[in-house]
Nanobody, 124 residues
Framework: QVQLVESGGGLVQAGGSLRLSCLASGRTVTIYKMGWFRQAPGKEREFVAAISWSGDGTRYADDVKGRFTVSRDNAKNTVYLEMNSLKPEDTAVYYC?????????????????WGQGTQVTVSS
């Protein structure tokens, strides 16, 4: 079992930046990839970005490409989501999750363990 704790959320003005962190503990040797998802009120949870645990591959949702960057520090068992040029529509609770499936699978069902989420609010 892998435990995940997100941090770094907050309130920021449109155009600003935030960096989210996700610390993994437990059986991290079972991780193949880690992903970031978000869920806004009244909407379904949606994929944002993912990175292979080896760091040799990344994937992004179309609406965050060029603005968000996912990275990892295996020595710290931590994955980051650097978010720039934030927009009000980026407002959501952001979750990290781990998966044993290939990077090509980005549906929520492919991810086995989830963090508790961190709120990101972008004001206009």
């Amino acid at each position: 079992q892998v435990q995940l704790v997100e941090s770094g959320g907050g309130l920021v003005q449109a155009g600003g930046s935030l960096r989210l962190s996700c610390l993994a503990s437990g059986r991290t040797v079972t991780i193949y990839k880690m992903g970031w998802f978000r869920q806004a009120p009244g909407k379904e949870r949606e994929f944002v970005a993912a990175i292979s645990w080896s760091g040799d591959g990344t994937r992004y949702a179309d609406d965050v490409k060029g603005r968000f960057t996912v990275s990892r520090d295996n020595a710290k068992n931590t994955v980051y989501l650097e978010m720039n040029s934030l927009k009000p529509e980026d407002t959501a609770v952001y979750y990290c999750a781990v998966s044993r499936t290939p990077l090509g699978r980005i549906d929520p069902g492919a991810f086995a363990s989830w963090g508790q989420g961190t709120q990101v609010t972008v004001s206009s």
